[in-house]
């Protein structure tokens, strides 16, 4: 193999004993095979170092091209990707989370056939739920671009500004020099939306953006992620952060305040959607203190002072109008009820 790789596969692990042996399978079994694989550890606490030294040890196939890595603290899945990156010597990286999978044996020959007929910096590929099928995740119709070829950074970034299609990391392959390498602001124990993050400044680098919408990588649902765990404030705080330095990198883009107006509604969306997340499991007074805490966030309170409602649900609107005036009570128990309506 090349001193420099095409593709540097990086998986942050953390606790993940039970899945990153089938995670380094499914590289290892790759019919491409240049490559290199970066394994970050965020200090696990069961066996999951064990379980990879192991394969390693057992696979001819990944002498020479595996690194292992272990954080000084936990600190993180942003931190532990940065880590990795830093290390990285491919031309491409591909983030792979421990307990996924690339879905076929063919995924990285394919994901190189499109970066070579392209050029471009950012491959955009799907994900399915359903091993070995093509049950796409990622709806990419946002983009019109009828399932493979060339996209617009315009466009691209209209629909990152709109929603969180575009957030994975695990869909794209990057150009290694778009990607950040050391610590930024806030970034240490950040484990909620830390993909949207590594976005923006990939969305600042990169310009090409090439669209080969089939399913390539496995997404296991995994029902003791931080993503489907009880839903706690410090998600509210970090998304907040968050989308902060969202706003900021639109404000920056010249005469693009209609992206900002975009971002702002899909804010309000989501404001709206932590209100009846926060509700399950808290009695009204405890989530009426919650509601209060969710408006005093700066970044709440800058999209409350921006509404932009029209067309959006009654239930939606109503939500968002208690919590503009200050009405965390009444906010509550129109969570809670529909909660329960759920």
Same mark, same amino acid.
């Given at each position: 193999?090349?001193?420099?790789p ?19 399978a ?52 942003f ?16 983030c ?12 990285l ?15 955009l ?12 995740l ?27 299609q575009?957030?994975?990391?695990a ?17 240490k124990?950040?484990?909620?939306? =830390?993909?949207? /993050? ?5 969305? $600042? ?5 090439? &669209?080969?919408? *089939?399913? +390539? ?66 009695t ?16 709440? =309170?800058?999209? /409350? ?5 029209? $067309? ?5 609107r &109503?939500?968002? *109008?208690? +919590? ?19």
């Amino acid at each position: 193999m090349s001193s420099d790789p095409f593709f540097s596969i990086c998986i942050p692990t953390f606790n993940a004993c039970g899945y990153v042996l089938d995670c380094l399978a499914s590289v290892v079994s790759q019919t491409f095979e240049d490559w290199e694989l970066i394994v970050c550890d965020d200090c696990s606490t069961d066996l999951t170092l064990d379980v990879v030294k192991r394969f390693v040890v057992s696979e001819p196939a990944l002498a020479g091209r595996f690194t292992l890595i272990r954080m000084d603290e936990n600190s993180g899945p942003f931190l532990a990707r940065r880590r990795a990156f830093a290390q990285a010597q491919g031309r491409y990286v591909i983030c792979l989370d421990s307990d996924d999978e690339l879905n076929s044996k063919t995924s990285l020959y394919e994901i190189h056939e499109a970066i070579c007929r392209s050029s471009c910096d950012v491959l955009l590929f799907n994900m399915t739920d359903q091993k070995n099928e093509e049950h796409f995740l990622v709806d990419y119709s946002c983009l019109d671009a009828n399932g493979v070829g060339p996209v617009s950074k315009e466009k691209v970034i209209a629909a990152f500004s709109s929603g969180y299609q575009l957030n994975n990391l695990a869909s794209k392959a990057i150009r290694r020099q778009c990607l950040g390498i050391g610590d930024c602001q806030f970034s240490k124990g950040l484990r909620m939306c =830390e993909d949207r /993050l590594e976005m923006v400044g990939v969305l $600042g680098s990169a310009e090409k953006f090439y &669209l080969y919408d *089939k399913a +390539l990588y496995y997404y296991r649902s995994n029902c003791i992620s931080t993503t489907h765990g009880f839903f706690s404030f410090e998600y509210c705080k970090q998304q907040a952060l968050v989308e902060n330095v969202v706003s900021v990198f639109l404000d920056s883009m010249e005469k693009r305040q209609d992206l900002l107006k975009t971002l702002n509604r899909n804010s309000l969306l989501v404001i709206s959607h932590d209100m009846r997340r926060l509700a399950a499991g808290r009695t009204i007074r405890c989530l009426a203190k919650e509601m209060e805490r969710l408006s005093s966030l700066p970044w709440f =309170e800058a999209c /409350l002072s921006r509404p932009c409602l029209e $067309g959006t649900r009654v239930d939606i609107r &109503l939500r968002i *109008k208690l +919590l503009e005036r200050d009405y965390y009570f009444l906010a509550a128990c129109v969570c809670k009820l529909l909660d329960a309506l759920e």
